[in-house]
């Protein structure tokens, strides 16, 4: 009989290798041996955002979090979902509630600010982007975002500034 732990396992190489749909069931039958294995669920809603089953993700990621609250993951790729969807104020209380988890990941604070960008909101959106710089100065992204805020800002010497370490950094977009 396979272990939950090994169908986890190669679930997570079939969805990292772009292959959710093969890993879905793998997750599946994972969580018919352990159903209250909030990482399990995790994964599969993971796989199924992959695939574009934005309900059944969602779904699965509030199995997840009524399971382990504290999963910050887990609230973050649902704020995710939210943001594609459109659904803004979601994504933003998503947001809030994965940094309430763990303050300290770049991704989030990127991605909230990309929301409050979105929206308009240019103060806010830059804070986000500096908190996410200062946790990991080189996470490319962030800097690329800080540098196009501040010069929607009109600050055009931070945007230069941001500019010259965007060009030092051997990192490409989407990258860490």
């Known amino acids: 009989m396979e ?4 169908l986890n396992n190669s679930g997570i190489a079939l ?3 772009n292959r ?3 890993a ?3 997750f599946q039958k994972a969580l018919a041996i352990e159903p209250e294995n909030p990482l399990l669920w995790l994964n599969l809603g993971i796989a199924q955002q992959k695939t574009g089953d934005y309900p059944d993700a969602i779904e699965s990621f509030r199995r997840s979090i009524n399971i382990d609250d504290d999963l910050a993951e887990a609230w973050h790729s649902m704020g995710l979902i939210y943001y594609e969807m459109k659904e803004f104020e979601l994504a ?3 947001y809030l509630c994965a940094l309430a988890r763990f303050e300290y990941d770049p991704k989030t604070w990127n991605n909230l ?3 409050f960008f979105n929206k ?3 103060e806010e959106a830059r804070n986000c982007f500096e908190r996410s710089v200062s946790i990991c100065p080189q996470y490319y992204d962030a800097i690329y975002n800080l540098r196009d805020t501040c010069r929607e800002l009109g600050d055009y010497r931070a945007a ?3 500019e010259r370490v965007l060009s030092g950094l051997n990192i490409s977009p989407g990258g860490e």
């Open 92 to 94: 933003e209380e998503c």
């Open 113 to 115: 600010g990309v929301l």
């Open 3 to 6: 272990s939950a732990a090994n």
């Open 120 to 122: 308009n909101n240019l």
């Open 160 to 162: 230069a500034e941001f």
């Open 15 to 17: 969805t990292e290798a």
């Open 24 to 26: 879905i069931p793998l």
């Open 20 to 22: 959710p749909f093969e």
